[in-house]
């Protein structure tokens, strides 16, 4: 069977991760523009600034007002550094072979690859929260948790998007209105309208041109260990003996849908052990689950699919990018 060959951007920046290496490309040298990149790959521009987007993210190379895309100070590695890096890509290469071997196809990898980088930038979120800068660059998101952006991170052009701050859909909506945001990510249910998103959009922003684009529909259910061995079918099971929940924070979409529910259901939001326990991200919730810490929790099937655990729908949702009709 013929090796598969990694996507061009993998191959470019690959290419340019080995000139860092060397030597060849010093700190503070200046890289191609993405065009000619492009052109020089026999590629288009978006695909040759993927690659440039991924060795931002690696740090290695970043992007300077008026001086265009310099490698970074200190991202040079010595030769030995350079020699464990070409064993690193190999143990990687070695895997994704493997993985395609067992009949798995590269598409199928690379989302799990995605899945599995988007469980660990949530755990480095959470440690070091990412500030909303004022003055960036690029485009500020503030909003709800989507493992869509795991991969609209490599997708974009280097530069689109100066920082992501998972703060809720309600908390994104407000950066928005306040102007300490460009894009919010929301995906709140109106109880009175039974629709998604616009409603809030309205209040918020009263008399504002906005642009709501809708990025994805999720299923949003219960997220229970394997099996889910208690039977939860319905956001009243929480009120039962022995469940120990783990809730979003104040001001996220699937709270504002999980406290309609509930006052539906008259159940006493109080009488839900772990009702107060919050987790900032779906992943949040499903490591929760998985690590025994709580024996379920409202979330998106990705996030369930991502930590191996069950799962029971309950509606499909709406998520929406939001803009002002400026940052659009």
């Not at 290695?60 to 464990?84: D, H, M, N």
């Not at 503030?142 to 997708?155: K, N, Q, R």
């Not at 809720?168 to 249910?189: E, K, M, P």
Request: net charge neutral; hydrophobic share 40%.
């Amino acid at each position: 069977m013929a090796t598969p060959r990694p996507p061009r951007h993998h191959q470019i920046a690959e290419a340019l991760r080995r000139r860092i290496a060397s030597g060849e490309l010093a700190p503070g040298d200046r890289l191609p523009p993405v065009r000619e990149t492009a052109e020089q790959w026999g590629c288009s521009p978006g695909t040759a600034g993927r690659a440039y987007e991924q060795l931002a993210r690696e740090g290695l190379i970043e992007g300077y007002a008026g001086g265009g895309t310099r490698v970074k100070p200190g991202a040079a590695p010595p030769q030995e550094a350079g020699l464990g890096w070409a064993a690193l890509v190999n143990r990687a290469e070695k895997l994704l072979l493997e993985a395609i071997g067992e009949g798995h196809s590269p598409s199928q990898v690379e989302a799990a690859l995605a899945t599995a980088v988007a469980r660990w930038s949530d755990l480095r979120r959470e440690a070091a929260p990412a500030p909303l800068p004022r003055d960036a660059g690029g485009l500020r998101f503030a909003g709800s948790h989507d493992l869509a952006f795991e991969v609209l991170g490599g997708m974009l052009p280097p530069g689109v998007l100066a920082s992501v701050d998972f703060v809720g859909s309600l908390s994104g909506l407000i950066a928005l209105a306040r102007g300490d945001a460009d894009v919010a990510g929301t995906h709140l249910w109106d109880e009175a309208t039974d629709t998604y998103n616009l409603p809030f959009v309205a209040r918020l922003l009263p008399g504002r041109r906005a642009v709501a684009l809708t990025l994805v529909r999720r299923s949003l259910g219960l997220i229970t260990p394997p099996g889910n061995p208690q039977g939860l079918c319905d956001p009243a099971d929480l009120a039962r003996p022995g469940v120990r929940f783990v809730n979003r924070q104040a001001g996220a979409g699937t709270r504002v849908w999980l406290d309609a529910q509930l006052r539906r259901s008259g159940v006493d939001p109080t009488g839900v052990t772990g009702y107060d326990r919050e987790a900032p991200t779906h992943l949040g919730v499903a490591r929760a689950i998985h690590d025994g810490e709580a024996t379920a929790g409202l979330g998106i099937a990705a996030a369930a699919h991502a930590y191996g655990l069950g799962f029971v729908p309950l509606v499909t949702e709406r998520y929406d990018l939001v803009l002002t009709a400026e940052a659009w």
